[in-house]
C-alpha cells in the first residue's frame, strides 16, 4: 500500500520549478499567486538560495512544488492509501486528502510562513541536529541544561533536532556528546521551529484557522503531534496550531504508516529528505522520491513493472501505471466535445471540452475508456474529467 508524503521547509532549491514550466499542472502557480497575492512564479524559478531561506518564502514556494508534484502524479491515477506531511508538508497532505482547498492551503501556508517569520524574529533562536544518539537520551541531553532548549523534530533512528536559544543549544550539544552521540551539526535556520518560541505564531495562526473550512480528509492522514491519523476536520482544526510548538514525530509517523499496512512510500515534492529517513526507519521499504517530470515516469516505470528501491513488487489498492487522467484546469461547468465519447483517441494537446471558459486538454496520449464529469456538471480545480489508457 502506497503513503504519499510530503516535505517541510528546507527541501527547497533555487529553479525547482523549472522542469515544471511546460507541464500542465504548472497552472496551478497561477492559482497559487491569486491566493496568495505573491509572485509564486518568481520563488519558484527565479528566488536564489538566501531569497528561499527566509522562512515565509521557503514555505510558500515548497507547498506549492508539492502541489504541482501531487497534480502530476494523481493525473496517472497513481493513489495513495495514506498521506503524512514533515512539519509545513502536513498542510500539503492535508490538502492533497480533500481537508482543506487548494487555495485555503495557500492562504493558509502564506500566514504560516509570515507567523513563523514575525515570531523568529522576535525571539531568536536556532536548531540542531544530533546523531547517534537515543531519543530518550536526547530529551536527558536537553533536560541537563538550565536554559531554552527542547526536541523539535524525531526524525529517524539515531537522528533527532533540537531546537532553542544558541546558547542552550550549544550547552545541549556538549550533553548530547557526553551522552554519546557522534555528532552535532548546526542547522541554518533563522528561529526555533517546534518549540514553545513558535508559541505567538501559533495563536496568530489559529485566527486563520478558524476562518478555514476544514473537512474530513478522504483518505487517512497522520498526524506530526501524535503520530496518529485524525478522520475528523474538527480534529485538525486544533492540531493544526498544536504542531507549531510540538515536536514532529516522524518516525513514529512511519512505523505507524508501514503497522497500517504501508509499504511504499512516495515523496512528492523538493529534495529527498523524507525518502532517506524512510529508507533508515523502515527496513525493506520501497522508498521513491518524485520532484520533476521525469521522476513521474520513472514512478510508473518502478510501478508498473515490480521494480523497486528494495527489490520487493509493491502490492496495493490504488494503483494502476497504464491509466491516465484529464482533469479540471479551473472550477466551473463542465461542457465536453461532442466527440468524447468512450473509445475516443487523444493526443497530447487535444481539445476534450471547456469548464467555463477555460479549455481542458488531454496532456497524455491515450484511449478514453470513461467520461467521469456530466455535461452541465460544476466541477473543481484538478477534478477528474475524464479517465484514459495509455497507448
Given amino acids: 500500500m502506497i503513503a504519499f508524503t510530503f516535505p517541510g521547509q528546507g527541501s527547497q532549491a533555487p529553479a525547482m520549478g523549472e522542469p515544471w514550466r511546460a507541464h500542465p499542472s504548472w497552472e496551478l502557480v497561477t492559482e497559487a499567486s491569486d491566493a496568495s497575492g505573491r509572485d509564486v512564479a518568481a520563488l519558484l524559478l527565479d528566488a536564489d538560495a538566501e531569497e528561499l531561506k527566509q522562512t515565509r518564502n521557503s514555505q510558500l514556494?515548497?507547498?506549492?512544488?508539492?502541489?504541482?508534484?501531487?497534480?502530476?502524479?494523481?493525473?496517472t491515477g497513481v493513489e495513495p492509501a495514506f498521506h503524512a506531511g514533515h512539519s509545513l508538508g502536513e498542510y500539503s497532505a492535508l490538502t492533497a486528502a480533500g481537508a482543506i482547498s487548494f487555495e485555503d492551503g495557500v492562504r493558509l501556508v502564506t500566514e504560516r510562513g509570515n507567523a513563523m517569520q514575525a515570531a523568529a524574529d522576535s525571539q531568536f533562536g536556532t536548531m540542531a541536529a544530533v546523531l547517534g544518539l537515543d531519543d530518550d537520551q536526547v530529551d536527558v541531553a536537553c533536560s541537563r541544561v538550565d536554559g531554552d532548549v527542547w526536541v523539535a523534530n524525531y526524525n529517524a533512528p539515531g537522528q533527532v533536532?533540537?531546537?532553542?536559544?544558541?546558547?542552550?543549544?550549544?550547552?545541549?550539544?556538549a550533553e548530547a556528546k557526553e551522552l554519546g552521540a557522534k555528532r552535532v551539526l548546526p542547522i541554518k535556520v533563522g528561529g526555533a521551529f517546534h518549540t514553545p518560541f513558535m508559541g505567538q505564531a501559533r495563536d496568530r495562526l489559529r485566527k486563520a484557522i478558524a476562518d478555514t473550512d476544514i473537512r474530513d480528509p478522504n483518505r487517512p492522514v497522520f498526524a506530526n503531534v501524535d503520530a496518529l491519523p485524525h478522520p475528523s476536520g474538527e480534529d485538525w482544526s486544533s492540531l493544526m496550531g498544536a504542531q507549531l510548538t510540538s515536536p514532529v514525530r516522524w518516525r513514529q509517523t512511519l512505523h505507524n504508516l508501514n503497522e497500517a499496512?504501508?509499504?511504499c512510500f512516495l515523496e512528492l515534492g523538493p529534495g529527498t529528505v523524507l525518502t532517506g529517513m524512510a529508507k533508515r526507519t523502515i527496513k525493506g521499504s520501497t522508498t521513491i522520491g518524485v520532484?520533476?517530470?521525469g521522476?513521474?515516469?520513472?514512478?510508473?516505470?518502478?510501478?508498473?513493472?515490480?521494480?523497486?528501491?528494495?527489490?520487493?513488487?509493491?502490492?496495493?489498492?490504488?494503483?494502476?501505471?497504464?491509466e491516465r487522467l484529464v482533469v479540471s484546469p479551473s472550477t466551473g461547468v463542465f461542457q465536453p466535445l461532442d466527440s468524447l465519447t468512450d473509445g475516443l483517441d487523444v493526443s497530447p494537446g487535444d481539445l476534450v471540452g471547456h469548464v467555463g471558459d477555460h479549455e481542458v486538454r488531454s496532456p497524455f496520449t491515450g484511449s478514453v475508456q470513461?467520461?467521469?464529469?456530466?455535461?452541465?456538471?460544476?466541477?473543481?480545480?484538478?477534478?477528474?474529467?475524464?479517465?484514459?489508457?495509455s497507448h
Fill in 291 to 293: 520532484n520533476t517530470p
Fill in 370 to 389: 470513461g467520461v467521469l464529469a456530466l455535461a452541465g456538471e460544476r466541477v473543481t480545480t484538478s477534478q477528474p474529467i475524464a479517465w484514459l489508457r
Fill in 161 to 173: 533536532v533540537i531546537a532553542g536559544a544558541p546558547e542552550a543549544i550549544e550547552l545541549a550539544s
Fill in 61 to 75: 514556494a515548497t507547498f506549492v512544488h508539492s502541489m504541482i508534484v501531487l497534480d502530476a502524479v494523481e493525473r
Fill in 261 to 263: 499496512g504501508a509499504t
Fill in 295 to 322: 521522476d513521474v515516469d520513472q514512478l510508473l516505470e518502478q510501478l508498473s513493472g515490480g521494480a523497486t528501491t528494495t527489490g520487493g513488487a509493491v502490492e496495493g489498492e490504488f494503483l494502476s501505471a497504464v
